[in-house]
């Protein structure tokens, strides 16, 4: 649900927790930063409102636990090559809300989105900056979209 984190404040804190731990550890070489969120929809019948909204497959019988993950890999290269290019993988995991390990919840479409920037070459130095940047650029147009697709498919 919007309003319940504080970016701008989980940020602030990110950058001052950084600044201390760096200044100790010294981190270098970074390959990977990301963000996970969640969407929980109401739905008096998950599995099936999912396996309608996402498949072709006529179910002839009632359906449970629903799960389908996913990822999208965006590169700026031309040349992508996983092992040599920086990308950001967008996973997508849609699910009934019972298989929720730490929250399993009756009634509820699960949608979460991980967005994961993979540095190529391995980056050093303020990850503070880096979080912001993937934050804006990444995570709050891929989140809008999940959004926005779901809307689409009736998932509201």
Known sequence: ?????????????????WKTVNEILKVTHVRRIG????????????????????????SQSPVAGFNLRFVERVSESPS??????????R???????????????QGQVNAMLDIQRYFAPLISGNMADELLKLHNKDYLPAHKELKARLATLGLK
């Open 35 to 58: 963000f996970v969120t969640e969407e929980r929809l109401e739905n008096p019948n998950p599995s099936e409102a999912l396996l309608e909204s996402l498949t072709k497959w006529p």
């Open 80 to 89: 992508f090559n996983e092992e040599e290019s920086a990308y950001v993988n």
């Open 91 to 105: 996973i997508y995991s849609l699910y009934d809300g019972l298989l929720d390990k730490e929250h399993p919840d």
């Open 1 to 17: 649900t919007e309003g319940l984190f504080d970016f701008a404040r989980f940020h602030q804190r990110f950058r001052e927790l």
